[in-house]
Antibody
Framework: EVQLVESGGGLVQPGGSLRLSCAAS????????FHWVRQAPGKGLVWVSR????????AYADSVKGRFTISRDNAKNTLYVQMNSLRVEDTALYFC????????????WGQGTVVTVSS | DIVMTQSPDSLAVSLGERATINCKSS????????????LAWYQQKPGQPPKLLIY???TRESGVPGRFSGSGSGTDFTLTISSLQAEDVAVYYC?????????FGQGTKLEIK
């Protein structure tokens, strides 16, 4: 069974930093692109970032560009996002997700980890 | 960026009745080289991550009940639940995966009337 487990969320002050992790199991991790998607309390889904299989290509939403850095360690089957210069509006539940099918929709999601940015 | 707009924002349907949710994209999601629409539908229940229902605009994900169907092409898409069940109460999102950023619609909250 494919499983994604996020960790690293917590309470941080504005301007602070946090690193989220997403541990994957049940799949050949290096073969897949991975994404971060966030959901502010009571709001909809927002795509944040993605990384390709070997980590050489990344993409970001404009709202996080220059502040967030996505990366992966294929030896540890783990996806990361380093979040710097955090803002109150970054408060959200952060999901990692991937597509394991012949399509490119997100068929596997983690349960998410909560990030709260507040003074 | 491709903007995805869903309608309505919320919907109340009686058990056993049909529910229809619309999704419109600001650019075509039809890739001419393979004639596929890069559009997915997700269901999200409270306290859970989203669940993929439909991809390629009309292909049901494995295990998804047959009462869920997707249709449309280009810029206009529809998710239909043919006979609403109590367990279908959720928020439904469309998403384009034609290009990055992978934008979602704002969501449609489906309730029982």
């Amino acid at each position: 069974e494919v499983q994604l487990v996020e960790s690293g969320g917590g309470l941080v002050q504005p301007g602070g930093s946090l690193r989220l992790s997403c541990a994957a199991s049940g799949l050949t991790f290096r073969n897949y692109y991975f994404h971060w998607v966030r959901q502010a309390p009571g709001k909809g889904l927002v795509w944040v970032s993605r990384v390709n299989g070997d980590g050489s290509s990344t993409a970001y939403a404009d709202s996080v560009k220059g502040r967030f850095t996505i990366s992966r360690d294929n030896a540890k089957n783990t996806l990361y996002v380093q979040m710097n210069s955090l803002r109150v509006e970054d408060t959200a539940l952060y999901f990692c997700a991937t597509s394991t099918g012949a399509h490119d929709a997100f068929d596997i999601w983690g349960q998410g980890t909560v990030v709260t940015v507040s003074s | 960026d491709i903007v995805m707009t869903q309608s309505p924002d919320s919907l109340a349907v009686s058990l056993g009745e049909r529910a229809t949710i619309n999704c419109k994209s600001s650019q075509t999601l039809l890739y001419s080289s393979n004639n596929k629409n890069y559009l997915a539908w997700y269901q999200q229940k409270p306290g859970q991550p989203p669940k993929l229902l439909i991809y390629w605009a009309s292909t049901r994900e494995s295990g998804v009940p047959g009462r869920f169907s997707g249709s449309g092409s280009g810029t206009d898409f529809t998710l239909t639940i043919s006979s609403l069940q109590a367990e279908d109460v959720a928020v439904y999102y469309c998403q384009q995966y034609y290009t990055t950023p992978r934008t979602f619609g704002q969501g449609t909250k489906l309730e029982i009337k």
